[in-house]
C-alpha cells in the first residue's frame, strides 16, 4: 500500500469516528425529547382518567339518592375507581415501558365504559332520576370524559408509534441502542377492547 | 366503448376514494357547507357572525363549522377530534378553537371544544347547545339550528384573557425520566465518546508510518547529517511474534493468512518504529482536521408527527389541539 492509499484509509477511518460520534450527540438529544413526548402522551392519560374517577363517585350517589338497591352498578362504578386509582399511582416511565400497566389502563378505560351504560340503564329505569337535571349534565360530563380517554390513548399510540419509527430508521438506529433508547412495547388492544360497546347516546 | 368502460372505471375508483374514512374536507373558512344544506346568504351571514365573534373577542377563539354529506365509519366523536386537529383550530398555545360537526344524513351532531375552551364551555353546556338544536334539526331547519348553535357558542365566549400555558397539561419536569436512567445513558455515552476518541487515536497512529521502508531510507540518504555507511548485506532480523507464524517478509506479499492481517500491521508498525524515530521528526505532520470532510448528522430528516393543514385558499387555523372535549348527539 503507497502513502496515499494509507491517507486515504485513515481519513475515512478517522471521519467514519467522527460522523458516529455526532450521529451519537443528535440523536442522543432528539431521542430525549421524544422519549419526553411518549412520558407526556400518558401523563396525560392518566389526567383524564383522574378527571373520571373524580366525575363518576359524583353521579353515583345522585343515582343512590333515586336507585338504593342497584348494587350491581355500583359495584361496577366502584371496580373503575379503584382501576383509576392504581393507574394514577404509576410513573408514565414505567407506564411506557410495561405492556401490562398499558393493559391496565385499557382495562380502566372498558371499566368506565361499563359504569356508565349501567348508570344510563338505571336512568331508563327510574324516571324521576331522568328528569333530574343534574343527573342529566353529569351524564353528559362522563361521556365526554370517557371520549377523552379514548383520544388520549388514541394520541399516546401515536406518539409511541413515532418514537419507534425513528429509533428504526438509519442512522438512528446505530446508536440508539448504546445509548439506552430501546424500542417501547406497545399494547395492542384486544378484539373485545377495540368493539367496546358504542355509545350511543339519546337523551 | 372502451373508452366509456375506462370511464366508468376511474369515476367509480374516484367516488369511492372519496368516500373513504378519513377523508378531512379543506377548511375554507368559518363555514364549510360539505353536505349543501345552507344557502350562500345563510352561509354569508353565519360567517360574518363568527369572524366578528374572532375578532371582537380576547384571545380570538375560532369557531368553526362543518357539514358532511357522509360520515366515515370511525363515528362521528373520532371524526370531528381528526378534522380539529388536522384543521388545528384555535390560536397556538391557547387551543382555544370549537368545531361543530353536523351529518344530516346520519342525523349525528357533535360539538368538539378545544383544551383551551373547556373551561367556559363545558361538556354539560355543549350538552345543552345541542338539546337546543335537536328541534330544527328534526324539521330538517339546519339553518335556524346551526344558527342558534353559533349564538349560544358565542355568548359562551370567555371575556377575560386565559394564560397562554395550556390548561390540562401537566407540565413535563414534573416526570423527568428517573436519575438511574439519565446517569446510565450519560454513562454509556462517555463509552461511546472514548471510544470516538480511541478509534481516532489508533487510526493516528497509523499516521505515522505511512512512509515506506524505501522512503525513509531514501530521505536519510538525501539529507547530509548523516553518513550513510556503504552497502553491505545485513541479514534481516528475525521477527518474534508469537501470534503471527506464518508473518513472513513484506516483500514477499503472500503468506499473510486472512486472521493475520491485524497482527501484520501491528507488526509492521513496531517494525519500522525501531529504524525510523529520526526520520518521524523531520516529516511534517498536517492534522487530520483534514478529515473535516465528514458530514455532520443533522436531525432535519426527522418527520414530525402532525402534518401541517391543508388549507386550499389559504384559511388556515391557528394551531391549537384538542383532547376531545365537548358533546355529541343523534337526534
Given at each position: 500500500?503507497?502513502?496515499?492509499?494509507?491517507?486515504?484509509?485513515?481519513?475515512?477511518?478517522?471521519?467514519?469516528?467522527?460522523?458516529?460520534?455526532?450521529?451519537?450527540?443528535?440523536?442522543?438529544?432528539?431521542?430525549?425529547?421524544?422519549?419526553?413526548?411518549?412520558?407526556?402522551?400518558?401523563?396525560?392519560?392518566?389526567?383524564?382518567?383522574?378527571?373520571?374517577?373524580?366525575?363518576?363517585?359524583?353521579?353515583?350517589?345522585?343515582?343512590?339518592?333515586y336507585a338504593k338497591h342497584e348494587q350491581d352498578t355500583f359495584a361496577k362504578v366502584a371496580a373503575f375507581r379503584s382501576n383509576a386509582a392504581?393507574?394514577?399511582?404509576?410513573?408514565?416511565?414505567?407506564?411506557?415501558?410495561?405492556?401490562?400497566?398499558?393493559?391496565?389502563?385499557?382495562?380502566?378505560?372498558?371499566?368506565?365504559?361499563?359504569?356508565?351504560?349501567?348508570?344510563?340503564?338505571?336512568?331508563?329505569?327510574?324516571?324521576?332520576?331522568?328528569?333530574?337535571?343534574?343527573?342529566?349534565?353529569?351524564?353528559?360530563?362522563?361521556?365526554?370524559?370517557?371520549?377523552?380517554?379514548?383520544?388520549?390513548?388514541?394520541?399516546?399510540?401515536?406518539?409511541?408509534?413515532?418514537?419507534?419509527?425513528?429509533?428504526?430508521?438509519?442512522?438512528?438506529?446505530?446508536?440508539?441502542?448504546?445509548?439506552?433508547?430501546?424500542?417501547?412495547?406497545?399494547?395492542?388492544?384486544?378484539?373485545?377492547?377495540?368493539?367496546?360497546?358504542?355509545?350511543?347516546?339519546?337523551? | 366503448?372502451?373508452?366509456?368502460?375506462?370511464?366508468?372505471?376511474?369515476?367509480?375508483?374516484?367516488?369511492?376514494?372519496?368516500?373513504?374514512?378519513?377523508d378531512i374536507p379543506p377548511l375554507v373558512g368559518h363555514v364549510n357547507d360539505y353536505a349543501n344544506v345552507l344557502t350562500k346568504e345563510q352561509?354569508?351571514?353565519?360567517?360574518?357572525?363568527?369572524?366578528?365573534?374572532?375578532?371582537?373577542?380576547?384571545?380570538?377563539?375560532?369557531?368553526?363549522?362543518?357539514?358532511?354529506?357522509?360520515?366515515?365509519?370511525?363515528?362521528?366523536?373520532?371524526?370531528?377530534?381528526?378534522?380539529?386537529?388536522?384543521?388545528?383550530?384555535?390560536?397556538?398555545?391557547?387551543?382555544?378553537?370549537?368545531?361543530?360537526?353536523?351529518?344530516?344524513?346520519?342525523?349525528?351532531?357533535?360539538?368538539?371544544?378545544?383544551?383551551?375552551?373547556?373551561?367556559?364551555?363545558?361538556?354539560?353546556?355543549?350538552?345543552?347547545?345541542?338539546?337546543?338544536?335537536?328541534?330544527?334539526?328534526?324539521?330538517?331547519?339546519?339553518?335556524?339550528?346551526?344558527?342558534?348553535?353559533?349564538?349560544?357558542?358565542?355568548?359562551?365566549?370567555p371575556t377575560e384573557p386565559t394564560s397562554s400555558v395550556v390548561l390540562e397539561k401537566k407540565s413535563v419536569s414534573a416526570m423527568n425520566a428517573?436519575?438511574?436512567?439519565?446517569?446510565?445513558?450519560?454513562?454509556?455515552?462517555?463509552?461511546?465518546?472514548?471510544?470516538?476518541?480511541?478509534?481516532?487515536?489508533?487510526?493516528?497512529?497509523?499516521?505515522?508510518?505511512?512512509?515506506?521502508?524505501?522512503?525513509?531510507?531514501?530521505?536519510?540518504?538525501?539529507?547530509?547529517?548523516?553518513?550513510?555507511?556503504?552497502?553491505?548485506?545485513?541479514?534481516?532480523?528475525?521477527?518474534?511474534?508469537?501470534?503471527?507464524?506464518?508473518?513472513?517478509?513484506?516483500?514477499?506479499?503472500?503468506?499473510?493468512?486472512?486472521?493475520?492481517?491485524?497482527?501484520?500491521?501491528?507488526?509492521?508498525?513496531?517494525?519500522?518504529?525501531?529504524?525510523?524515530?529520526?526520520?518521524?521528526?523531520?516529516?511534517?505532520?498536517?492534522?487530520?482536521?483534514?478529515?473535516?470532510?465528514?458530514?455532520?448528522?443533522?436531525?432535519?430528516?426527522?418527520?414530525?408527527?402532525?402534518?401541517?393543514?391543508?388549507?386550499?385558499?389559504?384559511?388556515?387555523?391557528?394551531?391549537?389541539?384538542?383532547?376531545?372535549?365537548?358533546?355529541?348527539?343523534?337526534?
Amino acid at each position: 500500500m503507497n502513502t496515499g492509499v494509507k491517507y486515504g484509509i485513515a481519513a475515512v477511518v478517522a471521519a467514519a469516528a467522527i460522523w458516529l460520534g455526532s450521529t451519537a450527540i443528535s440523536v442522543q438529544r432528539e431521542m430525549s425529547v421524544e422519549y419526553q413526548n411518549v412520558q407526556l402522551a400518558y401523563s396525560q392519560v392518566q389526567n383524564v382518567l383522574n378527571r373520571q374517577a373524580e366525575l363518576i363517585p359524583n353521579l353515583a350517589e345522585v343515582a343512590k339518592g333515586y336507585a338504593k338497591h342497584e348494587q350491581d352498578t355500583f359495584a361496577k362504578v366502584a371496580a373503575f375507581r379503584s382501576n383509576a386509582a392504581e393507574m394514577s399511582t404509576k410513573n408514565p416511565t414505567d407506564i411506557a415501558n410495561s405492556t401490562d400497566m398499558q393493559k391496565k389502563m385499557a382495562d380502566a378505560a372498558v371499566a368506565s365504559q361499563q359504569a356508565f351504560i349501567a348508570l344510563k340503564a338505571v336512568k331508563e329505569a327510574y324516571p324521576q332520576l331522568q328528569a333530574n337535571d343534574n343527573f342529566k349534565s353529569l351524564m353528559r360530563e362522563l361521556e365526554g370524559s370517557i371520549n377523552r380517554v379514548s383520544v388520549e390513548r388514541r394520541k399516546s399510540q401515536q406518539v409511541v408509534r413515532d418514537y419507534n419509527n425513528k429509533i428504526v430508521k438509519f442512522p438512528t438506529n446505530l446508536v440508539a441502542g448504546m445509548i439506552g433508547y430501546h424500542a417501547l412495547p406497545f399494547y395492542q388492544a384486544s378484539e373485545s377492547d377495540q368493539h367496546a360497546p358504542k355509545i350511543n347516546v339519546t337523551f | 366503448m372502451f373508452k366509456k368502460v375506462v370511464f366508468a372505471i376511474v369515476f367509480a375508483l374516484a367516488s369511492v376514494s372519496a368516500a373513504f374514512a378519513g377523508d378531512i374536507p379543506p377548511l375554507v373558512g368559518h363555514v364549510n357547507d360539505y353536505a349543501n344544506v345552507l344557502t350562500k346568504e345563510q352561509k354569508l351571514s353565519l360567517n360574518k357572525a363568527l369572524t366578528d365573534a374572532e375578532n371582537n373577542t380576547i384571545d380570538k377563539p375560532q369557531i368553526v363549522l362543518l357539514t358532511v354529506a357522509k360520515l366515515p365509519d370511525i363515528g362521528i366523536d373520532q371524526y370531528a377530534n381528526d378534522v380539529y386537529r388536522e384543521w388545528k383550530l384555535g390560536q397556538k398555545g391557547k387551543d382555544n378553537g370549537v368545531l361543530l360537526v353536523l351529518a344530516p344524513n346520519d342525523r349525528k351532531v357533535r360539538i368538539e371544544v378545544g383544551y383551551g375552551l373547556e373551561p367556559s364551555i363545558t361538556d354539560a353546556r355543549s350538552g345543552q347547545i345541542i338539546d337546543s338544536m335537536k328541534p330544527f334539526l328534526r324539521n330538517k331547519d339546519y339553518y335556524a339550528a346551526l344558527r342558534n348553535a353559533t349564538y349560544e357558542l358565542i355568548k359562551l365566549l370567555p371575556t377575560e384573557p386565559t394564560s397562554s400555558v395550556v390548561l390540562e397539561k401537566k407540565s413535563v419536569s414534573a416526570m423527568n425520566a428517573p436519575a438511574a436512567d439519565n446517569s446510565e445513558h450519560s454513562r454509556v455515552f462517555a463509552m461511546i465518546g472514548v471510544l470516538g476518541i480511541g478509534v481516532f487515536a489508533f487510526v493516528a497512529a497509523l499516521m505515522f508510518n505511512f512512509h515506506s521502508r524505501k522512503q525513509r531510507e531514501r530521505a536519510r540518504a538525501k539529507s547530509t547529517e548523516y553518513y550513510t555507511p556503504p552497502k553491505t548485506y545485513q541479514p534481516k532480523p528475525k521477527p518474534t511474534y508469537s501470534s503471527s507464524r506464518s508473518y513472513s517478509q513484506s516483500k514477499s506479499g503472500s503468506g499473510f493468512s486472512d486472521g493475520f492481517v491485524a497482527g501484520s500491521i501491528i507488526g509492521s508498525a513496531s517494525r519500522s518504529n525501531e529504524s525510523s524515530s529520526s526520520s518521524r521528526r523531520s516529516r511534517s505532520w498536517d492534522d487530520s482536521s483534514s478529515s473535516s470532510s465528514s458530514s455532520s448528522y443533522s436531525g432535519s430528516s426527522y418527520d414530525s408527527s402532525s402534518s401541517s393543514s391543508s388549507s386550499d385558499s389559504g384559511y388556515s387555523g391557528g394551531g391549537g389541539d384538542s383532547g376531545g372535549g365537548g358533546s355529541s348527539d343523534s337526534w
